[in-house]
């Protein structure tokens, strides 16, 4: 070998180690700022079926004020209060008389 190839061998051997070094300090965070929430705002988007849906199709009217609060009002009301049956532990037993699970059992003619 030649002394000069042993010379750039030298300094190719020092320089690229340096080069890996200061590889590492290098910061990437202004490439993945500009990009943040892109795949978000992707998806978002991916989900909706027609953007302007809302200037498209107008609103129908719904239900006035007065029985939107009386209709809020009695449901409320329902669940502070609910019914209570007189057992708790008798569940539709002798409320029909066609059969079924609240229905009595015929008697035996054996006398079993």
């Known amino acids: 070998m030649t002394n000069h190839t042993i010379s ?3 300094w190719a051997g020092l320089l690229l180690p340096a080069c890996l070094a200061l590889n590492g300090c290098m910061s990437t965070t202004p490439d993945f700022d500009r990009h943040f929430g892109e795949s978000v705002r ?3 988007e991916a989900q909706i079926i027609d953007p302007d849906a809302a ?3 107008p609103s129908t009217a719904g239900v006035d004020g007065k029985a939107a609060v009386a209709a809020m009002s009695n449901y ?3 669940l502070k209060a609910p019914t ?3 057992n ?3 569940i539709g037993v002798g409320r029909s008389t066609a059969g079924g ?3 009595a059992m015929p008697s035996s003619t054996n006398g079993e």
């Open 8 to 10: 750039f061998s030298r």
């Open 42 to 44: 992707s998806y978002t």
């Open 55 to 57: 200037s498209k199709n």
């Open 76 to 78: 409320n009301a329902s």
């Open 84 to 86: 209570t049956s007189a």
């Open 88 to 90: 708790a532990f008798v």
């Open 101 to 103: 699970a609240g229905a």
